[in-house]
């Protein structure tokens, strides 16, 4: 059958997420409203309720809950879907823990929000990141492309894997803002995203205790059979996060063959090969970043981006790739681990130092609670890492963007 | 009538030698409950007691299927196998949600209320042990006014249990009953009845713990007879906002032959303290509740 043209739609990163989360062809949604992400489920609540997508929406009580509706739906056989920001995920954050134990290939959307106290409902990326251990593959968007064709890749990614994938997207400089969305045919998508083959099975002639108890060490079933102990099933988790460095990286690239366009997988890069300054981030920074780095060429400064996609799993190899030539890397955080630095800046300093690649690296922690951050400012940081002295000034402290203290 | 011991079928669900405590009643009243269902269920459970009865993987000592889930989200989850089941087209098998007081009353509660206030397609049963008993005895806000309880060690609680079928009642939800191990026969049939009907059912039972209440294991029968015979639980249903009296309570109603309910606590060390000011207090609530039920049951049911 020929695939149809895709039409092109200018709409929100919420719209976006929608869209994809309707020619994904979920079968239960639940969630519960907050702001930026109310877009999101309001846009499916319609769809659902005008017949547009044959789907069971439920209208749930509170975050905790949307996500245990996810986690009974899934282990019934279903694609299920949720979004969330900042309290809201947090909320459900032993919810999350018990998805990614439980393998379950669920799919949720987050809209980056800051974490309170005090109230703030605008950007940054601490909500995501105080998640991050839980098991679930993060993946960050830079457009609303990227949203769109991010969730439909998650999908396929989480399904292959048996692990949860939350698709992050900065709450309203993407949540609410327009912008060209390419939206293919549902008979392409279909050839993409083939139905859900579920792993768990709700079956009477075949009943199962589904995550019980489980001790320490392996024990034999009734028929003799040693079944894992707790530490092997953790152990599976993260191998398959290991195997994801793959399967996000091969997804990418059917996606890519399927609809001409990539997201760059894992993580990708802008400017000159023979960059002499790296700026790395997350999200629609990283895509900031690439403005500054054209400002900085100007001046004479050969300055390149390396966005990061997947945060967990953090691609180490790929990191310290595209940053070897460099002689020096600068992380902008929208997030802070408290009592340390930027978690992106932790982790790019660490995946350096383990494959023996030593640029001098400095971070800075930009945006929070939706402080404006524009290229020029990104420049300037750069101007002012690139005059730091280490051998007269020592390691350089992490510092803080358009601070105004 | 109420379906007599000989009549229920044979199939078991619950299988012997499990991990529950002796003299457990949740056992027994779990052993009916699957044979009601006619083990066409899948069984959603919080953490609680009846995990432990489950047993630990790769074993289990229930022949349903059974999702585990977080202690809040008993109702939610459940909700989420009742959808997708709803979607899938499959009306094969019940969704049940199993959890105790604490999952029900207090953390669980809020997933509840949501589930109830969406008449989701589901039965929620509480076993109502009085007390976190799963984590040793700590107070609930189902354990009794006067009750000692690892958390209140010296003078017992202070305050009086919540009623949660009448916190459902408030929910407009098409049945509530309560039912208990000490007459099985009325709660098959109870639970039988849920079973074919749709939207959310709430159930709770009464389930003495020998463990947490302090009686021999071998008097859990005896204690949850005396718990209804007091009048401190009572057996009753309301379908579609009609309440009725049943079995063994209603019989109480008639004849009012309760008996006292210092009788049905003498035997309970949890009360072995407790002074006969506060003894006398929840005498008095019995009471007050009774007036209460049996002019609705005999508004209600004029004939009966």
């Known amino acids: ?405 | 009538m109420t379906t007599n011991l000989l009549q229920l079928p044979e199939m078991e669900y619950l299988l012997p030698g499990n991990r529950a405590c002796a003299g457990c009643s949740i056992g027994i009243a779990f052993r009916h409950v699957t044979k009601a269902l006619d083990g066409k269920a899948v069984l959603v459970v919080p953490a609680s007691c009846f995990t432990v009865l489950c047993g630990m993987y790769p074993t289990s000592s229930v022949t349903l299927p059974v999702v585990n889930c977080t202690f809040p989200s008993t109702a939610a989850v459940a909700s989420g196998i009742s959808a997708s089941l709803k979607k899938q087209g499959r009306h094969d098998i019940a969704t049940v949600a199993i959890a105790g007081d604490g999952g029900t009353a207090d953390i669980g509660i809020q997933a509840l209320s949501g589930a109830a206030e969406r008449n989701t397609d589901l039965l929620f049963i509480c076993y109502d042990n009085e007390a976190y008993m799963n984590t040793g005895t700590q107070r609930s806000s189902m354990t009794p006014l006067g009750a000692r309880t690892t958390t209140t060690p010296n003078y017992g609680k202070q305050q009086y249990s919540k009623d949660v079928p009448a916190i459902m009642e408030a929910h407009n939800i098409p049945y509530i009953a309560t039912a208990s191990p000490g007459y099985p026969g009325d709660l098959y049939d109870k639970v039988y009845k849920a079973r074919f009907m749709t939207g959310c059912r709430y159930m709770h039972l009464s389930a003495p713990c020998p463990a947490g209440w302090h009686f021999p294991a071998a008097d859990t029968v005896t204690v949850a007879r005396n718990a209804v015979e007091s009048g401190a639980f009572v057996l009753y249903e309301i379908e579609n906002g009609h309440f009725r009296l049943t079995g063994k309570s209603l019989r109480l109603a008639e004849k009012d032959k309760r008996i006292s309910v210092g009788e049905y606590l003498s035997g309970q060390g949890r009360f072995a303290k407790t002074d006969d000011d506060t003894i006398a207090l929840l005498q008095e609530q019995v009471d007050a509740r009774w007036t209460e039920i049996t002019a609705r049951h005999f508004q209600e049911n004029p004939g009966s």
């Open chain 1, 1 to 405: 059958m020929a695939v149809k043209s895709p039409s092109v739609a200018v709409i929100t990163g919420n719209n976006a997420a929608a869209e994809a989360a309707r020619l994904a062809r979920v079968d239960v949604i639940a969630a519960y409203p907050i702001t930026p992400q109310s877009g999101v489920v309001e846009a499916l609540a319609a769809y659902v309720e005008s017949g547009k997508l044959n789907a069971e929406f439920v209208n749930v009580e509170s975050e905790h809950s949307a996500m245990g509706v996810c986690i009974g739906a899934a282990v019934a056989g279903s694609r299920v879907f949720t979004a969330s920001s900042a309290n809201g995920l947090a909320y459900m954050s032993e919810q999350l823990s018990w998805v990614a134990g439980s393998r379950l290939p669920i799919v949720m959307g987050c809209a980056n929000r800051a974490m309170s106290a005090p109230w703030n409902v605008l950007n940054d990326q601490q909500d995501a990141m105080s998640q991050r251990d839980h098991g679930w593959i993060q993946l960050y968007c830079r457009d609303n492309q990227e949203i769109f064709d991010t969730f439909l890749q998650a999908f396929r990614i989480a399904e292959l894997l048996s692990l949860p994938v939350m698709v992050c997207y900065d709450g309203f400089i993407l949540s609410h803002t327009v912008m060209p969305v390419e939206i293919p045919d549902q008979a392409a998508v279909d050839a993409f995203l083939p139905a859900l083959t579920p792993q768990i099975i709700v079956d009477n002639s075949d009943p199962r205790n589904i995550n019980p108890v489980t001790l320490a060490n392996p024990r034999e079933n009734g028929s003799g059979t040693l079944c894992h102990g707790y530490m092997e099933f953790r152990y599976l988790m993260q191998e398959a996060h290991q195997e994801a460095l793959n399967t996000i990286e091969s997804v990418d690239a059917e996606y890519a063959s399927a609809f001409g366009r990539s997201s760059g997988g894992l993580c990708w890069t802008y400017g000159p090969e023979d960059a002499e300054v790296i700026m790395v981030a997350a999200g629609s920074l990283a895509n900031e970043a690439t403005v500054a780095a054209d400002l900085l060429e100007e001046t004479g400064l050969r300055a390149g981006v390396l966005g990061i996609r997947s945060y967990r799993p953090f691609p180490d190899a790929a990191v310290a790739r595209a940053l070897k030539k460099a002689r020096r890397v600068i992380v902008f955080d929208k997030s802070l681990t408290y009592g340390y630095g930027g978690p992106i800046f932790i982790d790019v300093q660490a995946a350096l130092f383990r494959h023996q690649v030593t640029p001098e690296v400095h971070g800075y922690i930009a945006g929070l609670g939706g402080r404006d951050i524009n290229a020029r400012q990104l420049a300037e940081a750069v101007t002012e890492s690139m005059g730091w002295d280490r051998a007269q000034q020592g390691p350089k402290p992490t510092s803080w963007l358009n601070l105004q203290l």
